[in-house]
């Protein structure tokens, strides 16, 4: 809104003193002003909508991120894994895994289920008196629950065979990623007892999938090579513009990871919000890049591409626990701290012979970890309940993971032979070459 210019400063002084109260009275009724119900929930719906479609697309993002990072003779096993994944995520998640998310606990709760298979809405069916479509609402959830699944295909990538990986992501999917979203985002144990705040998931979507893929890089364990007689052996990426494209494909279906999970779009206050949200986390992803070329410049003497991309990755993931509340100098910090985080931590997990393809666990796990605990600079939080939210996820993922991933082992093995991983999974796992006509060990 634009002022009148006074040409006397003591009428200006006395005018700005008598309109200022006015002035923020009326924007604080405009930003509550709610638009009809049912424009309200056609706004409410198309807004989880298009978060959801954009997160959708989130998974070619992770499919050409991965494509890229592994070498050639594994592409099409990456590319499989992921479009395989996503489709099974989406089924669990219909049968079983959102009845277990949203079991509409009745005070605090570790484990509940609704009614299921979920009770999708007829076409052309509408419930208003939830101001959005059901059906809306169970699709923007299902497409996180399949993001849990791409942060373990990652870090895996190599040397695992296909069948017993969607095993794995069934449980994941259907179980596991479902409990952990009850007890916050479900109303469960650590939303009412805790206050645990996660604002679109850098500890119930991106460490849980953090989790789970630690346990199964340690299960699993190293690719052949990978790890000889002290010394690291670096298998380069087979194709870095398609990577590079895979990230910038996650970093514009995070809009939607992000905007989308402030779940209304009715209010002028709404709309503001979910501006903002766009805002920091297109900052903190920027903060990301920036702080990772200039710490491996320093480190290395040379700028390293993929940590720039999982500089873009980690500062996304940072923010992701509370867009909305930071400053935009704030969301900088947060995602320049989560930029880092890659930089300092492929090296340890290195030491620790952890292999780690696509450097998931710290782009994940380890600013998913930063990002909810920086939460009470900015949010409505507490350090402690923040906390426990993240040692009470980490300890049961890690378990659940583990048992599955053993259970697998045992029963049916999960690596290929040594042949058929020298040979790359392309051949061994599914009969079709990536570029046939330039295979690369």
Same mark, same amino acid.
């Given at each position: 809104?634009?002022?009148?210019?006074?040409?006397?400063?003591?009428?200006?002084?006395?005018?700005?003193? /008598?309109?200022?109260?006015?002035?923020?009275?009326?924007?604080?009724?405009?930003?509550?002003?709610?638009?009809?119900?049912?424009?309200?929930?056609?706004?409410?719906?198309?807004?989880? &909508?298009?978060?959801?479609?954009?997160?959708?697309?989130?998974?070619?993002?992770?499919?050409?991120?991965?494509?890229?990072?592994?070498?050639?003779?594994?592409?099409?096993?990456?590319?499989?894994?992921?479009?395989?994944? =996503?489709?099974?995520?989406?089924?669990?998640?219909?049968?079983?895994? =959102?009845?277990?998310?949203?079991?509409?606990?009745?005070?605090?709760?570790?484990?509940?289920?609704?009614?299921?298979?979920?009770?999708?809405?007829?076409?052309?069916?509408?419930?208003?008196?939830?101001?959005?479509?059901?059906?809306?609402?169970?699709?923007?959830?299902?497409?996180?629950?399949?993001?849990?699944?791409?942060?373990?295909?990652?870090?895996?990538?190599?040397?695992?065979?296909?069948?017993?990986?969607? /095993?794995?992501?069934?449980?994941?999917?259907?179980?596991? =990623?479902?409990?952990?979203?009850?007890?916050?985002?479900?109303?469960?144990?650590?939303?009412?007892?805790?206050?645990?705040?996660?604002?679109?998931?850098?500890?119930?979507?991106?460490?849980?999938?953090?989790?789970?893929?630690?346990?199964?890089?340690?299960?699993?364990?190293?690719?052949?090579?990978?790890?000889?007689?002290?010394?690291?052996?670096?298998?380069?990426?087979?194709? /870095?513009? #398609?990577?590079?494209?895979?990230?910038?494909? &996650?970093?514009?279906?995070?809009?939607?990871?992000?905007?989308?999970?402030?779940?209304?779009?009715?209010?002028?206050?709404?709309?503001?919000?979910?501006?903002?949200?766009?805002?920091?986390?297109?900052?903190?992803?920027?903060?990301?890049?920036?702080?990772?070329?200039? #710490?491996?410049?320093?480190?290395?003497?040379?700028?390293?591409?993929?940590?720039?991309?999982?500089?873009?990755?980690?500062?996304?993931?940072?923010?992701?626990?509370?867009?909305?509340?930071?400053?935009?100098?704030?969301?900088?910090?947060?995602?320049? /701290?989560?930029?880092?985080?890659?930089?300092?931590?492929?090296?340890?997990?290195?030491?620790?012979?952890?292999?780690?393809?696509?450097?998931?666990?710290?782009?994940?796990?380890?600013?998913?970890?930063?990002?909810?605990?920086?939460?009470?600079?900015?949010?409505?939080?507490?350090?402690?309940?923040? #906390?426990?939210?993240?040692?009470?996820?980490?300890?049961?993922?890690?378990?659940?993971?583990?048992?599955?991933?053993?259970?697998?082992?045992?029963?049916?093995?999960?690596?290929?032979?040594?042949?058929?991983?020298?040979?790359?999974?392309?051949?061994?796992?599914?009969?079709?070459?990536?570029?046939?006509?330039?295979?690369?060990?």
């Amino acid at each position: 809104m634009k002022r009148m210019i006074f040409k006397t400063g003591t009428a200006a002084l006395a005018a700005l003193a /008598i309109a200022e109260p006015a002035l923020a009275q009326e924007a604080e009724a405009a930003a509550a002003e709610v638009v009809s119900g049912g424009t309200a929930y056609i706004l409410n719906t198309l807004l989880f &909508l298009i978060g959801g479609f954009l997160v959708m697309w989130m998974a070619a993002g992770f499919a050409m991120l991965e494509a890229g990072l592994v070498r050639s003779k594994n592409v099409s096993t990456q590319c499989l894994k992921n479009i395989g994944l =996503y489709s099974i995520a989406g089924l669990m998640f219909w049968v079983i895994g =959102y009845s277990i998310a949203y079991p509409g606990f009745d005070g605090p709760g570790l484990f509940g289920i609704a009614d299921f298979p979920y009770a999708m809405q007829g076409v052309g069916e509408a419930d208003t008196g939830t101001g959005y479509s059901v059906a809306s609402d169970w699709f923007f959830q299902m497409v996180f629950c399949a993001a849990t699944a791409s942060i373990v295909s990652g870090t895996v990538a190599e040397r695992v065979k296909i069948i017993p990986f969607f /095993i794995f992501v069934m449980i994941l999917t259907g179980v596991i =990623y479902p409990v952990v979203v009850s007890w916050e985002w479900g109303g469960g144990y650590l939303d009412s007892v805790w206050g645990f705040s996660d604002f679109a998931g850098s500890t119930l979507v991106h460490s849980t999938g953090g989790w789970a893929a630690l346990m199964g890089a340690l299960i699993i364990g190293p690719r052949l090579g990978r790890f000889v007689g002290g010394k690291v052996n670096v298998f380069p990426g087979s194709n /870095i513009p #398609l990577a590079t494209l895979g990230t910038f494909i &996650l970093w514009l279906g995070w809009f939607g990871f992000n905007g989308a999970s402030q779940l209304a779009m009715g209010t002028i206050g709404d709309v503001s919000d979910v501006s903002k949200i766009f805002v920091n986390t297109n900052m903190a992803a920027a903060a990301g890049v920036v702080v990772a070329i200039i #710490l491996t410049q320093v480190r290395y003497g040379k700028a390293d591409v993929t940590m720039a991309l999982n500089g873009a990755l980690a500062g996304l993931v940072a923010i992701t626990a509370e867009p909305l509340a930071p400053s935009v100098g704030q969301a900088i910090i947060i995602g320049g /701290i989560g930029g880092a985080l890659p930089v300092i931590f492929v090296p340890i997990l290195d030491k620790l012979k952890i292999d780690d393809v696509v450097g998931a666990i710290p782009v994940h796990l380890i600013a998913g970890i930063w990002g909810t605990l920086i939460v009470p600079w900015t949010g409505d939080a507490t350090f402690v309940g923040q #906390l426990v939210g993240v040692l009470m996820v980490g300890a049961f993922v890690c378990s659940a993971s583990a048992i599955v991933w053993l259970i697998l082992k045992a029963v049916m093995g999960v690596r290929p032979s040594e042949a058929e991983e020298l040979g790359g999974l392309d051949k061994a796992d599914i009969g079709v070459d990536a570029y046939p006509e330039f295979h690369l060990t």
